[in-house]
Nanobody, 111 residues
Framework: QVRLVESGGGLVQPGGSLRLSCAAS????????MGWYRQAPGKQREFVAS???????YYSDFVKGRFFISRDNAQNTAYLQMNDLQPEDSAVYLC?????WGEGTLVTVAS
């Protein structure tokens, strides 16, 4: 059973930055993708970024150049560095590994 715990969300002004963390426990996460998704009120959940244990990374078009995903395999933790945040980035950000999801961390971008 995988347990995922996100942290690092909060309120930030437009143009600001946040770093999210996703800590995985319960299994060895090696050779898997750890991914970030987001869901804004009234909208569908959407893919943000993912990182494979061997290093491959993928981003959605709307975050390319602004968000950067990384992971520490030894710590079973993934990170999402978010720069130049805009109000449309406001959402609950959720971590995903295979079929497991965390409860999410809220990011609010407002002046």
């Amino acid at each position: 059973q995988v347990r995922l715990v996100e942290s690092g969300g909060g309120l930030v002004q437009p143009g600001g930055s946040l770093r999210l963390s996703c800590a995985a426990s319960g299994i060895i996460v090696g050779e898997n993708f750890m991914g970030w998704y987001r869901q804004a009120p009234g909208k569908q959940r959407e893919f943000v970024a993912s990182v494979h244990s061997l290093g491959a990374v993928y981003y959605s078009d709307f975050v390319k150049g602004r968000f950067f995903i990384s992971r520490d395999n030894a710590q079973n933790t993934a990170y999402l560095q978010m720069n130049d945040l805009q109000p449309e980035d406001s959402a609950v950000y959720l971590c995903n590994v295979k079929s497991s999801w965390g409860e999410g961390t809220l990011v609010t971008v407002a002046s």
